[in-house]
Protein backbone atom coordinates (compact mmCIF):
# COMPACT_ATOMS: atom_id res chain seq x y z
CA UNK A 1 0.00 0.00 0.00
CA UNK A 2 1.05 4.02 -0.77
CA UNK A 3 3.17 4.89 2.32
CA UNK A 4 0.86 7.98 1.97
CA UNK A 5 -2.15 6.95 1.90
CA UNK A 6 -1.53 4.42 4.82
CA UNK A 7 -0.63 7.46 6.77
CA UNK A 8 -3.84 9.05 6.03
CA UNK A 9 -6.06 5.42 7.04
CA UNK A 10 -4.02 5.10 9.90
CA UNK A 11 -4.90 9.04 11.30
CA UNK A 12 -8.84 8.57 10.46
CA UNK A 13 -8.81 5.07 12.64
CA UNK A 14 -10.93 3.32 10.59
CA UNK A 15 -11.61 0.79 13.24
CA UNK A 16 -13.51 3.58 15.59
CA UNK A 17 -16.02 4.39 12.86
CA UNK A 18 -18.34 1.27 13.41
CA UNK A 19 -18.36 2.97 17.04
CA UNK A 20 -19.95 6.10 14.96
CA UNK A 21 -22.60 5.04 13.22
CA UNK A 22 -23.73 2.67 16.41
CA UNK A 23 -25.95 5.23 17.32
CA UNK A 24 -27.65 6.33 14.04
CA UNK A 25 -28.10 2.80 13.58
CA UNK A 26 -30.27 2.45 16.80
CA UNK A 27 -31.58 5.25 15.92
CA UNK A 28 -33.06 4.12 13.19
CA UNK A 29 -34.40 1.21 14.44
CA UNK A 30 -36.39 2.85 16.97
CA UNK A 31 -37.67 4.69 14.46
CA UNK A 32 -38.35 1.52 11.60
CA UNK A 33 -39.81 -0.03 14.93
CA UNK A 34 -42.78 2.87 14.59
CA UNK A 35 -42.79 2.56 11.02
CA UNK A 36 -41.27 5.93 9.97
CA UNK A 37 -37.98 4.76 8.55
CA UNK A 38 -36.23 6.02 5.24
CA UNK A 39 -32.88 4.93 3.66
CA UNK A 40 -32.02 8.58 2.36
CA UNK A 41 -32.13 9.88 5.95
CA UNK A 42 -30.09 6.69 7.32
CA UNK A 43 -27.48 7.51 4.83
CA UNK A 44 -26.83 10.84 5.07
CA UNK A 45 -27.14 10.17 8.89
CA UNK A 46 -24.60 7.46 8.56
CA UNK A 47 -22.32 9.71 6.53
CA UNK A 48 -22.26 12.46 8.59
CA UNK A 49 -21.35 10.60 11.30
CA UNK A 50 -18.54 9.08 9.95
CA UNK A 51 -17.28 12.38 9.12
CA UNK A 52 -17.58 13.94 12.21
CA UNK A 53 -15.88 10.71 13.50
CA UNK A 54 -13.10 10.92 11.20
CA UNK A 55 -12.65 14.93 12.10
CA UNK A 56 -12.57 13.95 15.72
CA UNK A 57 -10.02 11.44 15.01
CA UNK A 58 -7.69 13.43 12.70
CA UNK A 59 -7.91 16.82 15.59
CA UNK A 60 -7.14 14.14 17.82
CA UNK A 61 -3.88 13.02 16.12
CA UNK A 62 -3.08 17.02 15.80
CA UNK A 63 -3.75 17.78 19.10
CA UNK A 64 -1.74 15.33 21.39
CA UNK A 65 1.55 15.62 18.84
CA UNK A 66 0.90 19.30 19.70
CA UNK A 67 0.53 19.28 23.44
CA UNK A 68 3.18 16.24 23.54
CA UNK A 69 0.53 14.37 24.75
CA UNK A 70 1.91 11.40 21.61
CA UNK A 71 5.12 10.03 24.05
CA UNK A 72 7.70 7.77 23.75
CA UNK A 73 5.65 6.21 26.39
CA UNK A 74 1.97 5.49 25.26
CA UNK A 75 0.61 2.52 23.96
CA UNK A 76 -2.04 1.73 20.95
CA UNK A 77 -1.41 2.31 17.82
CA UNK A 78 0.93 5.56 16.33
CA UNK A 79 -0.41 8.68 15.93
CA UNK A 80 0.36 10.16 12.27
CA UNK A 81 1.69 13.67 13.11
CA UNK A 82 3.70 12.72 16.29
CA UNK A 83 5.32 9.97 14.10
CA UNK A 84 6.69 12.21 11.29
CA UNK A 85 4.23 10.36 8.75
CA UNK A 86 1.56 13.55 8.19
CA UNK A 87 3.48 17.32 8.39
CA UNK A 88 1.27 19.17 10.87
CA UNK A 89 0.11 21.69 7.91
CA UNK A 90 -1.04 19.45 6.37
CA UNK A 91 -3.04 17.55 9.25
CA UNK A 92 -4.72 21.22 9.80
CA UNK A 93 -5.49 21.28 6.08
CA UNK A 94 -7.29 17.55 6.24
CA UNK A 95 -8.94 18.85 9.29
CA UNK A 96 -10.54 22.04 7.84
CA UNK A 97 -11.61 19.85 4.75
CA UNK A 98 -13.11 16.97 6.92
CA UNK A 99 -15.44 20.21 8.89
CA UNK A 100 -16.80 21.30 5.54
CA UNK A 101 -17.68 17.99 4.53
CA UNK A 102 -19.34 17.04 7.50
CA UNK A 103 -20.82 20.83 7.49
CA UNK A 104 -22.19 19.77 3.56
CA UNK A 105 -22.94 16.83 4.67
CA UNK A 106 -25.11 17.22 7.52
CA UNK A 107 -27.18 20.13 5.53
CA UNK A 108 -28.03 17.90 3.01
CA UNK A 109 -29.45 15.37 5.83
CA UNK A 110 -31.29 18.29 7.25
CA UNK A 111 -32.68 19.17 3.89
CA UNK A 112 -34.19 15.84 3.02
CA UNK A 113 -35.27 15.41 6.76
CA UNK A 114 -37.06 18.71 7.24
CA UNK A 115 -37.44 20.13 3.57
CA UNK A 116 -38.59 23.86 4.16
CA UNK A 117 -39.32 23.28 7.82
CA UNK A 118 -36.95 26.67 8.79
CA UNK A 119 -36.76 26.32 12.62
CA UNK A 120 -36.01 22.62 12.81
CA UNK A 121 -33.14 23.16 10.08
CA UNK A 122 -31.86 26.12 12.25
CA UNK A 123 -32.11 23.81 15.81
CA UNK A 124 -30.12 20.99 13.95
CA UNK A 125 -27.55 23.41 12.20
CA UNK A 126 -26.58 25.12 15.35
CA UNK A 127 -26.01 21.08 17.18
CA UNK A 128 -24.21 20.23 13.73
CA UNK A 129 -22.48 23.27 15.06
CA UNK A 130 -21.71 22.38 18.31
CA UNK A 131 -20.80 18.51 16.74
CA UNK A 132 -18.15 19.87 14.88
CA UNK A 133 -16.66 22.55 17.56
CA UNK A 134 -16.84 19.58 20.12
CA UNK A 135 -14.96 16.95 17.57
CA UNK A 136 -12.20 19.53 17.22
CA UNK A 137 -11.82 20.75 20.95
CA UNK A 138 -11.37 17.12 22.15
CA UNK A 139 -7.75 17.46 21.74
CA UNK A 140 -7.21 20.29 20.26
CA UNK A 141 -7.71 23.69 22.39
CA UNK A 142 -8.57 27.32 21.33
CA UNK A 143 -7.42 29.68 23.72
CA UNK A 144 -7.61 26.82 27.13
CA UNK A 145 -7.17 23.46 28.03
CA UNK A 146 -8.48 20.74 26.00
CA UNK A 147 -11.39 19.68 27.10
CA UNK A 148 -10.69 16.08 26.52
CA UNK A 149 -7.22 16.56 28.81
CA UNK A 150 -9.68 17.46 31.90
CA UNK A 151 -11.92 14.70 32.39
CA UNK A 152 -14.83 15.70 30.35
CA UNK A 153 -14.25 12.99 27.60
CA UNK A 154 -16.73 10.88 29.37
CA UNK A 155 -19.70 13.33 29.69
CA UNK A 156 -18.80 14.02 25.74
CA UNK A 157 -18.92 10.81 24.58
CA UNK A 158 -22.11 10.16 26.64
CA UNK A 159 -24.02 12.86 25.48
CA UNK A 160 -22.76 12.80 21.64
CA UNK A 161 -22.58 8.85 20.84
CA UNK A 162 -25.86 8.72 23.39
CA UNK A 163 -28.45 11.33 24.09
CA UNK A 164 -27.54 13.20 21.11
CA UNK A 165 -26.71 11.02 18.64
CA UNK A 166 -29.79 8.17 19.16
CA UNK A 167 -32.59 10.90 19.79
CA UNK A 168 -31.40 13.30 17.25
CA UNK A 169 -31.45 10.36 14.75
CA UNK A 170 -34.72 9.39 15.63
CA UNK A 171 -36.30 12.73 15.33
CA UNK A 172 -34.75 13.13 11.87
CA UNK A 173 -36.78 10.00 10.97
CA UNK A 174 -39.94 10.80 13.06
CA UNK A 175 -39.81 14.09 14.08
CA UNK A 176 -41.34 13.82 17.43
CA UNK A 177 -39.37 12.36 20.61
CA UNK A 178 -40.76 10.07 23.33
CA UNK A 179 -39.26 10.35 27.12
CA UNK A 180 -38.81 6.55 27.36
CA UNK A 181 -36.47 6.52 24.30
CA UNK A 182 -33.98 7.91 26.64
CA UNK A 183 -33.25 4.70 27.97
CA UNK A 184 -31.85 3.16 25.23
CA UNK A 185 -29.64 5.94 24.36
CA UNK A 186 -28.22 6.55 27.71
CA UNK A 187 -27.59 2.85 27.28
CA UNK A 188 -26.11 3.56 23.70
CA UNK A 189 -24.13 5.88 25.51
CA UNK A 190 -22.73 4.43 28.52
CA UNK A 191 -20.86 1.58 25.95
CA UNK A 192 -19.78 3.96 23.86
CA UNK A 193 -18.03 5.24 27.40
CA UNK A 194 -16.93 2.01 28.13
CA UNK A 195 -14.97 2.06 24.93
CA UNK A 196 -13.05 5.02 25.20
CA UNK A 197 -12.37 4.22 29.42
CA UNK A 198 -10.73 1.28 27.98
CA UNK A 199 -8.37 3.38 25.95
CA UNK A 200 -8.02 5.64 28.92
CA UNK A 201 -7.03 2.64 31.29
CA UNK A 202 -4.51 1.38 28.55
CA UNK A 203 -2.76 5.06 28.30
CA UNK A 204 -3.01 6.53 32.44
CA UNK A 205 0.91 6.30 32.76
CA UNK A 206 1.50 8.66 29.36
CA UNK A 207 -1.28 10.43 29.66
CA UNK A 208 -0.73 11.21 33.22
CA UNK A 209 3.22 11.97 32.79
CA UNK A 210 2.23 14.30 29.92
CA UNK A 211 -0.52 16.34 31.63
CA UNK A 212 -3.29 14.84 30.03
CA UNK A 213 -6.12 14.19 32.68
CA UNK A 214 -8.81 11.72 31.59
CA UNK A 215 -11.30 10.05 34.27
CA UNK A 216 -9.14 7.26 34.08
CA UNK A 217 -6.44 8.82 35.62
CA UNK A 218 -8.31 10.68 37.83
CA UNK A 219 -10.11 7.66 39.16
CA UNK A 220 -6.59 5.07 38.83
CA UNK A 221 -6.29 1.99 37.85
CA UNK A 222 -8.74 -0.14 40.06
CA UNK A 223 -11.60 2.54 40.20
CA UNK A 224 -11.60 3.10 36.46
CA UNK A 225 -12.07 -0.58 36.43
CA UNK A 226 -15.04 -0.66 39.26
CA UNK A 227 -16.39 1.92 36.99
CA UNK A 228 -16.14 0.24 33.78
CA UNK A 229 -18.42 -2.79 35.35
CA UNK A 230 -20.67 -0.16 36.08
CA UNK A 231 -20.89 1.39 33.02
CA UNK A 232 -21.74 -2.09 31.31
CA UNK A 233 -23.92 -3.11 34.29
CA UNK A 234 -26.05 0.02 34.24
CA UNK A 235 -26.08 0.04 29.71
CA UNK A 236 -27.54 -3.49 30.32
CA UNK A 237 -30.10 -2.57 32.99
CA UNK A 238 -31.49 0.56 31.13
CA UNK A 239 -32.40 -1.59 28.32
CA UNK A 240 -33.81 -4.06 29.91
CA UNK A 241 -36.68 -1.60 31.85
CA UNK A 242 -36.63 -0.27 28.19
CA UNK A 243 -38.06 -3.44 26.85
CA UNK A 244 -39.89 -4.81 29.84
CA UNK A 245 -41.75 -1.06 29.82
CA UNK A 246 -42.71 -1.98 25.83
CA UNK A 247 -43.85 -5.26 26.42
CA UNK A 248 -41.30 -6.43 24.21
CA UNK A 249 -41.49 -10.28 22.64
CA UNK A 250 -38.55 -13.18 22.20
CA UNK A 251 -36.70 -11.17 19.28
CA UNK A 252 -36.29 -7.93 21.48
CA UNK A 253 -33.74 -9.91 23.67
CA UNK A 254 -31.68 -10.72 20.65
CA UNK A 255 -29.44 -7.59 21.96
CA UNK A 256 -28.31 -10.12 24.79
CA UNK A 257 -25.68 -11.78 22.23
CA UNK A 258 -23.58 -9.16 22.31
CA UNK A 259 -23.24 -8.69 26.12
CA UNK A 260 -20.70 -11.51 25.73
CA UNK A 261 -17.81 -9.68 23.65
CA UNK A 262 -18.36 -6.45 26.11
CA UNK A 263 -18.26 -8.58 29.21
CA UNK A 264 -14.97 -10.85 27.73
CA UNK A 265 -12.97 -7.20 27.01
CA UNK A 266 -14.33 -5.97 30.59
CA UNK A 267 -12.51 -9.43 31.89
CA UNK A 268 -9.34 -8.98 30.12
CA UNK A 269 -9.06 -5.63 31.22
CA UNK A 270 -9.49 -6.51 35.04
CA UNK A 271 -7.16 -9.12 34.51
CA UNK A 272 -3.97 -7.86 32.54
CA UNK A 273 -2.62 -4.16 31.55
CA UNK A 274 -0.74 -5.24 28.56
CA UNK A 275 -0.97 -2.04 25.45
CA UNK A 276 -1.58 -4.36 22.82
CA UNK A 277 -4.04 -6.57 24.43
CA UNK A 278 -5.78 -3.47 25.92
CA UNK A 279 -5.64 -2.47 22.13
CA UNK A 280 -7.19 -5.67 21.46
CA UNK A 281 -10.03 -5.34 24.21
CA UNK A 282 -10.56 -1.87 22.62
CA UNK A 283 -11.63 -2.84 19.11
CA UNK A 284 -13.91 -5.78 20.61
CA UNK A 285 -15.66 -3.42 22.68
CA UNK A 286 -16.41 -1.14 19.52
CA UNK A 287 -17.54 -4.24 17.90
CA UNK A 288 -19.43 -4.94 20.88
CA UNK A 289 -21.46 -1.69 21.42
CA UNK A 290 -22.14 -2.02 17.10
CA UNK A 291 -23.43 -5.23 17.74
CA UNK A 292 -25.60 -3.91 20.78
CA UNK A 293 -27.39 -1.09 18.36
CA UNK A 294 -27.99 -3.80 15.39
CA UNK A 295 -29.20 -6.55 17.11
CA UNK A 296 -31.23 -4.32 19.70
CA UNK A 297 -32.78 -2.77 16.49
CA UNK A 298 -33.45 -5.54 14.69
CA UNK A 299 -35.35 -7.26 17.49
CA UNK A 300 -37.06 -3.84 17.68
CA UNK A 301 -38.41 -4.22 14.29
CA UNK A 302 -39.51 -7.54 14.07
CA UNK A 303 -41.02 -7.85 18.14
Request: charged share 10%; glycine share 10%; proline share 3%.
Amino acid sequence: MNRGLYAWLLAMRLRTLPLACSSVLLGAGLAASHDVFDMGILALALLTAVLLQILSNLANDYGDAVSGADGEGRSGPARTVMAGLIAPRRMLVAIVLTALMAAVSGLALLYVSFGADWPRMLAFTLLGGVAIVAAITYTVGMGCTPYGYRGFGDISVFLFFGLLGVLGAYYLFAHELAWILLLPAAACGLLATAVLNINNIRDIASDSASGKITLAVRLGRPRAIVYHWALLMTASMLTLVFLAMRGANGWSWLFLVALKPLVDAARTLSESSDGEILTAMLKKTVIGTLLYSVLLSIGLVLS
